[in-house]
């Protein structure tokens, strides 16, 4: 993901800027990022900053403003949120980097034809939502520095735009952004923070007096892991060294410098304009901590929410690839053209039609794909030493030689899905109380994922031994491998493979 450019030839250059259009190795093809082809951990740090940091954070800032939480208790949410993703985080970007494959890709291993339809379709989707929002906050943004208009025409046009960098392999304005734009506005908002603290402490004691949100504790807390979390970190850290701390200091790097940060200088921004309209809070710290540098805000904001829904829609794009990226008329451009549409629905319909879209919205991407990868996560690490059952993962199989569907691995991701929906009242438009929300609900649904699916193959086991394998959907090639049952086995255990699916079909 928005791949760093590397001294080579322009021809090298261009080759590579083609081959990341065609499939950025997200398809059966060519799904597999070899191990001499992986990153430093601070190419992975730069990249998460990014992800991590921005005027959406402020925004959550003025939430937890919004929502009457004082600055202590906007820390202590945010430190929890944080925490609780770097859990489920680390364990997401091991799976990626021990395969080298996408979120989309495995689930094709793992979850069969069936579920992986399903899950890239959750992946097609639900970063969309953030594509909407993204693009009204930029809007937003917009007209609280020069007075524009917020239309829903303008609101759409940018959703849809937004995807224009990936048509060209996240290169240029994403790799300007990471080396210039957030390193702007990480030390502008570092600044903000100090004279808040040198000049205005007196003024941050206290909660918010008037405030108008009613969201409690856990459902703040659940808004943190939602805006956190993306769901593909696979696809991020395919890129990086196959070592289970290996994404540890990126993350804590972007949790710290951009999340918290950027979050607390969100409240006391808050707290000073006594605001809980972002338009207004935007225009007040640039004139606070920017000295009224208006042009200089706007070009900030706009190219580091470019950036940010770089990441959303790549994320989508994936998914999509997963599902048509093999048929041999299809491109990437295609999919990027597919998700794009669906971005501008989002646009209009997240923005303009779901009330406080924005927790719907960090609640959904929180569970649907998380539940997916976590189940991943048990099926390539647990099971092998459990079970004794071991699936290679060196390959990336066509659809023709994928299993039908995993059993209890479906089963599992569409109970845990539907238990996180009714825990953070996400089926409020069928008449649930707003007010339900049942603790660190993202959390409970990831591990109720993993602890159903490891019941599920236990149940298999027992009930059909001799059927285990089709039950878990094991493609043909891993029918036919002799494997040890317990070692686990994928590119990094087994690098002399690790072009395998280079020499698998195209999927039909």
Request: aromatic share 14%.
């Amino acid at each position: 993901m928005l791949r760093m450019a590397t001294a080579a030839s322009p021809h090298a250059e261009r080759e590579t800027l083609e081959q990341s259009i065609r499939h950025d190795y997200s398809t059966s093809g060519s799904g597999i990022v070899p191990l001499d082809e992986r990153r430093p951990t601070w190419h992975f740090a730069s990249l998460w900053l990014t992800l991590a940091s921005g005027f959406s954070f402020l925004f959550l800032g003025l939430e937890l403003y919004t929502n009457g939480q004082s600055l202590a208790e906007t820390t202590g949410i945010v430190a929890l949120g944080g925490s609780i993703f770097l859990g489920y985080g680390l364990f997401a970007a091991y799976l990626g980097s021990r395969t080298g494959q996408t979120h989309a890709l495995l689930t094709r291993s793992i979850f069969g034809i069936a579920g992986s339809w399903l899950v890239s379709l959750f992946i097609l989707i639900a970063p969309l939502g953030w594509v909407a929002f993204q693009a009204n906050l930029l809007v937003e943004i917009w007209d609280g520095l020069y007075g524009w208009s917020t239309a829903v025409t303008l609101v759409v046009v940018m959703s849809a735009a937004m995807v224009f960098n990936n048509l060209f392999g996240f290169r240029g304005i994403a790799v300007f952004a990471r080396w210039f734009v957030t390193p702007a506005l990480v030390l502008w908002v570092l600044y903000l923070v100090l004279k808040v603290v040198l000049t205005d402490a007196d003024e941050l004691s206290g909660t918010p007096a008037d405030t108008v949100g009613g969201n409690g504790f856990w459902a703040l807390v659940g808004v943190v892991i939602g805006i956190c979390t993306w769901g593909n970190e696979p696809d991020v850290f395919r890129y990086g060294k196959p070592r289970f701390w290996a994404s540890l200091g990126a993350y804590a790097f972007g949790l710290t410098s951009g999340l918290m940060l950027f979050t607390i200088g969100g409240w006391m921004m808050a707290k000073l304009a006594d605001t809980t309209d972002f338009a207004t809070l935007v225009r007040f710290t640039t004139d606070y901590s920017l000295f009224g540098a208006l042009w200089l805000a706007w070009i900030l904001a706009t190219i580091s929410q470019v950036a940010i829904n770089d990441g959303n829609y790549y994320e989508s794009i994936n998914g999509g690839q997963n599902l048509l990226g093999g048929w041999h008329r299809w491109r990437r451009l295609h999919t990027c053209l597919v998700a794009a549409a669906i971005g501008a629905f989002a646009g209009w319909w997240v923005n303009f039609h779901v009330l406080d879209g924005f927790f719907y919205v960090a609640n959904f991407l929180a569970i649907t794909v998380p539940c997916a990868t976590v189940i991943m996560v048990v099926d390539h690490f647990a099971l092998p030493r459990l079970f004794g059952i071991s699936r290679p993962l060196t390959r990336v199989p066509a659809w023709s030689e994928a299993g039908a569907i995993n059993v209890p691995a479906f089963v599992a991701c569409v109970v845990a899905i539907a238990y996180g929906a009714y825990a953070t009242h996400l089926f409020a438009f069928l008449g649930e109380s707003p007010d339900l929300y049942w603790g660190p609900a993202a959390l409970e649904a990831w591990l109720l994922a993993g602890a159903l699916y490891l019941v599920g193959v236990g149940l298999c086991r027992a009930v059909a031994p001799g059927a285990v394998k089709g039950l878990l959907a094991f493609d043909t090639h891993a029918l036919t491998r002799d494997v040890p049952p317990r070692a686990i086995v994928d590119i990094a255990s087994a690098p002399h493979e690790s072009h395998d699916s280079a020499s698998a079909p195209s999927p039909s």
